[in-house]
């Protein structure tokens, strides 16, 4: 049987017949087959199966062992090969197994046998390769590893089990927030579950020492958790809950920890839970933050809340019915009933009542009016509401009650009733007529002043439309419907006819007025007679327009400046002034930009002087107005100031005084004429003649001693003659300049070039002096002047001349320019004499009039230019030829309007 031991022979044994030993003498054979008896013996006592196979793998020796497990007999296995009981053994296999072991001697590989009744189980090869007698073998030893294979199963099963475990505990520790830890205190090996990391924000299996955790624990907290743990450490529970700092947000935690100790005591392993309980902590402050603002709302509702058991006992209430019922808190309340309050036990048995009819009929009641004796002795009245409370099931267990203390509101009905009566005894007394409309202008009331100016009774005018009642029906539809669409009109003028025929002038004021909904439901008006003011009206019209024409023709208007606002109004002779259309009122500063540059610095003074005080009365001023022309104004002013003496407008009076000023400065300029001629005649050409004399008698003298004059001394009669051209010419510019003054030189349009050449060859030849005179004009230039343009370019030539000693040149330049839009002949003088100093260039212009002239004749030329040159609309000015050095010469320019 397989598996059954046979008794060992003497002899080599017949079972194993496929082994041929080698040759040898009786006495070697004998031991070698002792040897191999017991050889085989031993093998058999082998509890895995033995396998001697040739190196083609046919086998040639089993064991027991493998007759036994196969379940063949030893005959029937010597008759087979490898590849007929190894189900993963092919001959190609085989081939290779053969060879592998060849190549490494020895090898151990797994495979499965086959039984002789189908069976098939795994086996462990051990195979070793080796020669003997020139022949190759392998001697395999095979063990059934059905059990070991059974136990790997077992053991792969119980992994993947384990690992399934693992994953729903972290599953389930994600899904609840759960962590979990094992600490070895031993080595300090701490070891945290997925969902620990996860709660502190840190990447899974990171490092972490005690001190790392400490710093993720809220700082607040830290001590707290420190102490706590080294309690735990002492052999205290570990149970805590604290925060901590994870992923850049606070969370809060719940920790619970066993510490385990050794038999002396010392700490060995704790294992322990983190909970994710910011949530929780969420919720918990949520509900208590919900608690905190409904004890608020309960607490500052204008309403007395409370609520009672199914006995009517009191469970809670709010502040205001807790004051009511003269308790120091809310929380007093508790286990009370009606008969513990202060209100009367007739009042106590009527809440009493309503409680227990609302509980047992399980309905609301509303609006209940009643009344309470409060603690303070005032008995007020309520408006009170009872709603039954339920459980879980529908069961009524108790009842909620609100109510409104209406005491002010019951006295203010009452007053509305009283007023009520007050009031129609007002609008009865009054003298505007009064009346309501409803939104389809129907008179729903009127008053008795209704009555009397349209002529009908009040019971007729009711129900009847608001229109027909005057002169014009439409206008009266279109102000009531303006009433409704806008809410209100003012100041809206009628005419009411009176059934006689009378009409009166009226204003309406009339505004909606609403229901207790907000719902507008008429339109109330009040008429006010205008009689008497349409007719101070029209005198007013009439006295203003008497105001404006005495205004006009006195050219004098008023203003008033608004130092407040900054606005300044006036009469309309006053704009008109100023050029401006009548306007109501416009910035100060508009009116300050046309005063002249000039006389701007009072103005100035007056805006930043906060008191104003200091603004002459009495003064006179310019006025550019928009067209280019100017105008003198005369003013007076008054300072308006407020209680506190502080300055809030000023009022003033303005004068056109033009006319007048022109007549002034026409004869201040008569006068000055006069005064230039005397000073003229009586000293500067007396002076002339005197210096002529002078020398006409040191010649005289001369003559009279020598008989005759030498050379030497004929320079006496040129100093004389010099002394009577200057003085010739002196009167010949004073005749010219009065009848310039007196307008008798025609303007004519004439040639710029021509009048220069005349005076160029006017100074062609000039005794004693080398004087060079060029021009540069290219081509005519033609201007509007008159025969006197030649005097200016003779003076300014002659200047030129007069005023320099020794050899002079002098250019005259002519061009076109444009300045401000306006095409100009520039005709520049320029010389390089000794120049004018920049001192008194900046003077030059300002003496350039008749009255600073006056002084002994100096500067008369220039006067005589600069006045023909404003005559002519032209400009004139003097600067240096040479920019900056005025040693080499001026240049005087003059530009006058061109002529196309």
Known sequence: MPGKKEKAPSKRSKKNEGIKLPDADAKERKQDEEKQFFNEYLVDQLRDMAFWTWADGRIFFVNEEACRSLGYTRCELLSMNIPDIDVDFTAEKLSEFIERNKHLGKILVESRFKTKDGKVFPVEISSNYFHADGKEYMVSLCRDISERKKTDEALRESERRLKRTERILYRSQEAGKVGSWHLDLRNNDLWWSPETYRIFGLPPNTGLSYEDFLAIVYEEDRAGVDRAWKEALAGKPYEIEHRVFANGQVKWVYEKAIIDFDAHG??????????????????????????????????????????????????????????????????????????????????????????????????????IIEQQREASGRVAWLETSKVPLHDLEGNVTGILCTYEDITERKLAEEAVRLASAYNRSLIEASLDPLVTISPAGVITDVNKATEMVTGFAREELINTDFCDYFTEPDRAKEGYRTAFERGSVTDYALEIWHKDGHITPVIYNASVYR?????????????????????????????????????????????????????????????????????????????????????????????????????????????????????????????????????????????????????????????????????????????????????LELAHNIIEMEGKLGEDNIVLLDRAMDSLNNSSQLIDSVRKLQREKMGLYEPEVLSVGS????????????????????????????????????????????????HSKGALVVNIGVSRVIDNGKIYCRIDVEDDGPGIPDTLKSTLFDRLSLTTTRAKGKGFGL???KMLVDDYRGKFWVEDRVAGDYTRGARFVVMLPAVE
């Open 755 to 802: 009048i220069i050449e005349d005076t160029i060859k006017q100074f062609k030849r000039i005794p004693g002096r080398d004087v060079k005179i060029t021009c540069n004009a290219p081509g005519d230039y033609r201007v509007r002047a008159n025969v006197l343009l030649k005097d200016v370019f003779t003076n300014l030539v002659g200047n030129a001349v007069k």
């Open 266 to 367: 010392t700490p060995m392993f704790g294992i322990g839970t983190v909970v994710d309980i910011t949530e929780r902590k969420r919720a918990e402050n949520a509900i208590v933050q919900s608690k905190i603002i409904l004890q608020l709302v309960m607490d500052n509702v204008p309403q007395a809340i409370f609520w009672k058991d199914r006995n009517s006992t009191y469970l809670g209430c709010n502040k205001i019915f807790a004051r009511a019922a003269g308790l120091k808190t809310p929380e007093d309340i508790r286990g009370k009933t009606d008969y513990d309050l202060p209100w009367s036990r007739e009042q106590a048995d009527s809440f009493r009542e309503h409680d227990f009819r609302v509980m047992e009929s399980d309905t609301p009641e509303y609006h």
């Open 515 to 695: 229901d207790d909904t907000g719902e507008v439901i008429g339109v109330f008006a009040a008429a006010r007679d205008i009689t008497e003011r349409r007719q101070a009206e029209e005198a007013l019209k009439k006295s203003e327009a008497n105001l404006e024409r005495a205004q006009r023709i006195a050219a004098l208007g008023n203003w008033e400046w608004d130092l407040k606002t900054d606005q300044l109004s006036g009469s309309r002779e006053y704009f008109r002034m100023f050029g401006l259309d009548h306007q109501e009122a416009v910035p100060f500063e508009k009116f300050a930009r046309m005063l002249h540059p000039d006389d701007r610095k009072w103005v100035n003074e007056a805006i930043k002087d906060i008191r104003y005080d200091n603004l002459p009365r009495d003064y006179e001023f310019r006025i550019l107005l928009p067209d280019g022309k100017e105008r003198y104004i005369h003013s007076i002013v008054e300072v308006i100031l407020d209680e506190n003496g502080r300055p809030i407008k000023v009022f003033g009076t303005m004068q056109d005084i033009s006319e007048r000023k022109r007549a002034q400065n026409a004869l201040q300029d008569a006068k000055d004429q006069v005064e230039l001629y005397v000073d003229l005649m009586g000293h500067d050409i007396n002076n002339m003649n005197q210096i002529s004399l002078g020398f």
């Open 863 to 865: 006067c005589l230019i």
